[in-house]
């Protein structure tokens, strides 16, 4: 400060301290009132300086983003430099950004504070809003914040994906396993087209429910065909029928259309079945012959102990017959 202006503040100070009460008084409130309005507009300063530029956008835009929601956004530990983008956006996609049922910037707030990605969310409502698929903002928020990409979801919706079953990624195979009535296994990969259900998408079932249930019924499909000839001629009547179940219920996806994309004859699961349990006949049959000659061989020999054992007897019968006949002789009960 140069010392000719430190000059004119030391005079005019001693002319407010010469001068009357009344015109002290006067000038003191003026001095208080000047510098209100100077510190109100070094913080409007402040703040345009810091803000200017985005509420320019928003302004230009007619994005309805007003100067103290941004020093608000501040306080809040909101980042300006997302939610006011958002907000354009939506204002540029003709969106609703009423303060009352529309996207408000506070609502924007309220779901950034909640960890939800705004950016994304409103980029999910535009280009539902364009496919005219019915997506608000509540709903939009509740699936992001339920930590599905809903932006994705919405893709899906207009553009079905295709889903590998099995999926070689998740489970490590390549194809499913059936076997038809007749014994013959067949290997079947298939493609199943499926679009986001947005209704159920909160809550619902995801890819893998959908693939183990597409899995499961076409391994049903197939052990239900009495031959593997008729799977072969018309795999379309295993999509159909795998289709008409109803697959899709409580997911969050709506299955387009079932596609067999390959089917390859695999072993016949039957005859070598078959095959097992005649050897396994054989040698049951095997164990019982052995058995019963075991039984005979035994019994042979207990009925040779037996012959042995009359023999025996009959030679000590035999031995017996002389004394007999001595001892008649003695007793005069035989004469010659």
């Not at 998740?170 to 087209?193: C, Q």
């Not at 909160?202 to 391994?219: D, K, M």
């Not at 029928?241 to 079932?258: K, M, N, W």
């Not at 019963?292 to 023999?311: F, G, H, L, W, Y």
Request: charged share 25%; aromatic share 6%; proline share 2%.
């Amino acid at each position: 400060m140069s010392n000719f202006a430190f000059g004119q503040i030391l005079t005019a100070g001693l002319m407010v301290a010469q001068a009357k009460p009344e015109e002290s008084g006067i000038s003191l409130w003026v001095f208080v009132v000047a510098g209100v309005v100077a510190f109100f507009a070094l913080v409007i300063f402040i703040a345009f300086l810091v803000y200017g530029k985005l509420w320019i956008r928003s302004f230009m835009s007619s994005a309805d983003v007003s100067m103290g929601s941004l020093i608000g956004m501040g306080f809040r530990k909101v980042r300006p430099t997302i939610i006011v983008p958002a907000k354009i956006m939506a204002a540029q996609a003709k969106l609703d950004i009423g303060r009352k049922n529309g996207i408000s910037t506070n609502r924007l707030e309220a779901h950034y504070l909640a960890g939800g990605d705004v950016l994304r969310v409103i980029n999910a409502i535009i280009a539902a809003h364009r496919a005219g698929i019915d997506l608000d903002f509540d709903r939009a928020a509740a699936i992001d914040l339920a930590g599905r990409d809903v932006l994705d979801a919405v893709k899906t919706s207009v553009y079905p994906k295709v889903i590998d079953c099995p999926d070689p990624q998740r489970s490590g195979k390549n194809v499913l396993s059936a076997i038809s009535k007749d014994g013959v296994e067949l290997r079947i990969r298939a493609r199943v087209t499926v679009r986001t259900n947005l209704e159920q998408l909160i809550g619902g079932a995801t890819e893998e429910t959908i693939i183990a249930r597409v899995g499961e019924s076409i391994i049903s499909s197939i052990g239900s065909s009495d031959k593997h000839q008729d799977v072969l001629a018309n795999p379309d009547r295993i999509s159909k029928a795998v289709l008409e179940r109803g697959l899709d219920a409580h997911t969050s996806f709506e299955i387009v259309s079932i596609d067999i994309a390959d089917v390859d004859v695999g072993e016949n699961i039957g005859a070598r079945l078959q095959a097992d349990q005649a050897e396994a006949d054989t040698r049951v049959a095997r164990a019982n012959a052995e058995k019963r000659r075991a039984e005979a061989i035994a019994m042979e020999q207990e009925m040779k102990a037996d012959v042995a054992a009359k023999k025996a007897e009959l030679v000590r019968a035999e031995a017996e017959v002389p004394n007999a006949m001595a001892g008649a002789f003695r007793a005069g009960n035989i004469r010659s």
